[in-house]
């Protein structure tokens, strides 16, 4: 008897490792105003780690991302994984709130060059999907996708407009 695959939102739960990094990374960073001297910084962060946490709340899952860094950890605002409506509400940060735009819930957060987005995360299939929109430019949009592939978890990054993409490979560092 085969033994089933677990689903995505459950392998992901923990922590990972960064294996390899594939794509233009260095394009989708100058297209964001990331300086050059930093580009080159951040293009040899392979073995960075992210955990990843989950909480049933009122029935609905919510996913929390954090980046483990050297000196500190920078956690993302956690998400709701319903796609449903929901009233705003606050949360951690003055930044992270969620509300509701056409039937789907956004949530607020900063994103890693310190721009104010709105974030919509999703399950489609047996991937996870975010949709990432400047709040003041809602022209920029970023594509995010997680999917399991073999024993690692690839996080595929896109920016709508010119298609400029990079892969990152995790590798799973344990349990829960």
């Known amino acids: 008897m ?3 695959e ?12 960064l294996t390899r990094r594939e794509g233009d990374y260095d394009a989708f960073l100058a297209l964001r105003g990331v300086p050059y001297p930093v580009r080159l910084v951040l293009q040899n962060l392979v073995g960075s780690t992210r955990r990843f946490a989950s909480e049933m709340k009122h ?8 980046e483990l860094g050297t000196f500190r950890d ?27 735009r ?7 957060d900063v994103n890693p060059a310190g721009v104010p987005v709105r974030r919509r995360w999703a399950e489609a299939g047996g991937s996870l999907v ?11 949009v970023t594509r995010v996708e997680v999917a399991r592939e073999g024993g690692l978890v690839a996080v595929t990054v896109t ?16 349990g829960r």
């Open 159 to 174: 920016d709508q407009a010119t298609g400029t993409s990079f892969r990152e490979l995790f590798a799973k560092c344990g």
């Open 2 to 4: 085969a033994v089933a």
């Open 102 to 108: 056409a039937g789907k819930t956004w949530v607020r």
């Open 130 to 140: 975010c949709e990432e929109r400047e709040l003041e430019h809602e022209d920029r």
């Open 59 to 66: 029935g609905v899952l919510w996913l929390t991302e954090t």
């Open 6 to 17: 677990p689903r995505l939102t459950d392998y992901i739960i923990g922590t990972m490792k």
């Open 74 to 100: 920078t956690a993302k605002a956690p998400v709701p994984l319903d796609g449903a409506a929901r009233r705003p509400a606050v949360s951690a940060g003055a930044m992270r709130r969620v509300a509701s």
